[in-house]
């Protein structure tokens, strides 16, 4: 079977991203187990990426780990830039439309993957004049937009972008073979948008286990002031949906805050705020963006690992984040603020879950975990781990993804 996937912030490893490399893991499973041809087209520039593809015209083919994906072209934007960030969207939605190269073999599926939408058009229309080559065009819902951007943006609907936007989802529920979401509630918006009963697939996000360990590197953040204190680590964006503020004000609020350091690694929109905000507190400790693989490192080093977001009617849906994956790998306790439709802590019993934007309830839940003997810490870690493995090994979730291919 030949598949391509239309996916703009997709990427591999390689690309030290953190984010994005679903369908580089599970391209891999489908050669490997159904000796499928995958060709993933994602930008040829990412905000997210430490290391940018090398392109050379419009469609540059490149292979990793035996992945074949098709860099796009689309112009370099500013992350902060909305203007820009439209723009490479409608750029890569364009070129989609004729793309072609001489190495890629024409498609039997299309998988759609937001954000963006807007490649659910080229995809569309490739089926339509296909003469039946192309027998499924799947969507997939990662973030459900342009509600995301009303309910945390505070964009109004009248926005001419956010009206666009709800035009391109209703023709994506409307005339796709096959939706499929990682957020576990995301079938109730759809037939509520929709007014009707439409079958949205869970397939959540995940990741590749088998052979992680090796690839771990460790790099020396450990520094001396870590030593003899309980380290609590936020890994991921740096940004307002994220929450961190109150996680960051809960260490005012500890009984005993000289026993404890915070450790944040990532970068993001309020990164710079943060720094400043919290520039007195020697106990924070912000050390911007590293590798995925490094990540994983500092991860088992910490106690503790926490995870937020804010009191808001858009996480009724549930929530998509690498994070809990990241973190039930590396088998340590997780402090959630959340109230969320299905929380992976909660249904793991891997941690503490507290109310959001909460920081008094965050400190709470940092000191009883503190309390906690090693036994009892590791078990809760070890629970965390075998949820991962039985519910979010891409190994499981890829074959999931396949048999709706096929079906």
């Given amino acids: 079977m030949n598949i391509w996937v239309f996916n703009q912030f997709a990427g591999s490893p390689y690309n030290s991203s953190g984010a994005g490399e679903r369908y580089h893991f599970m391209a ?18 990412n905000h997210l990426f430490l290391n940018q593809p090398q392109i050379s015209g419009a469609l540059t083919v490149q ?102 936007l709800n035009v391109t989802e209703w023709v994506a529920y409307r005339f796709a073979d096959t939706l499929i979401s990682v957020l576990p509630n995301a079938e109730s918006h759809v037939q509520t948008k929709m007014k009707r009963k439409i ?21 020396p953040l450990w520094e001396e002031g870590f030593k003899d204190k309980i380290v609590v680590t936020y890994a991921g964006a740096v940004g307002k949906a994220n929450a961190l503020e109150y996680f960051l004000s809960s260490h005012e609020f500890l009984n005993e805050p000289t026993k404890f350091m915070y450790l944040i690694l990532g970068a993001g929109s309020e990164l710079v705020f943060f ?13 911007g963006k590293v590798p995925k693989h490094e990540v994983q490192s500092i991860l088992r080093k910490s106690d503790f690992l926490y995870i937020g977001w804010h009191k808001l009617p858009i996480y009724r849906f549930g929530v998509s984040a690498n994070k809990y994956s990241d973190y039930m790998l590396a088998r340590k306790p997780i402090i959630s ?8 802590v909660k249904e793991a019993g891997c941690g503490i879950v507290v109310e959001p934007e909460n920081a008094t309830k965050i400190a709470q839940a940092i000191e009883e975990l503190s309390k906690l003997s090693t036994d009892e810490l590791t078990m809760m870690g070890n629970r965390g781990y075998q949820f991962l493995l039985q519910n979010m090994s891409i190994a499981i979730l890829s074959d999931k993804y396949y048999k709706l291919l096929t079906s």
Wanted: hydrophobic fraction near 45%.
């Fill in 28 to 45: 891999q499973q489908w050669m490997r187990n159904y000796h499928a041809d995958v060709t993933i087209f994602s930008a040829s520039y």
């Fill in 63 to 164: 292979y990793i780990d035996g992945v074949r994906y098709c860099w796009v072209k689309v112009p370099k934007y500013a992350s902060d830039s909305a203007f820009g960030r439209v723009a490479s969207w409608m750029i890569f939605m364009l070129r989609l439309f004729t793309a072609r190269h001489k190495d890629i073999p024409r498609p039997e599926q299309i998988i759609v993957s937001s954000m963006s939408m807007f490649p659910i058009y080229p995809a569309l229309i490739r089926k339509l004049f296909s003469r039946g080559k192309i027998r499924k065009v799947i969507f997939e819902i990662r973030d459900i937009w342009p509600l995301t951007l009303i309910e945390i943006g505070g964009y109004s609907t009248l926005n001419p972008i956010i009206v666009l």
């Fill in 199 to 219: 079958r949205v697939h869970w397939i959540s996000n995940g990741i590749d286990i088998e052979g992680f360990d090796e690839g771990i590197k460790e790099q």
């Fill in 275 to 287: 720094k400043e905000k919290f520039k007195n507190n020697n106990a924070i400790v912000f050390e």
């Fill in 337 to 344: 603020s959340a109230n969320l439709a299905f929380d992976p």
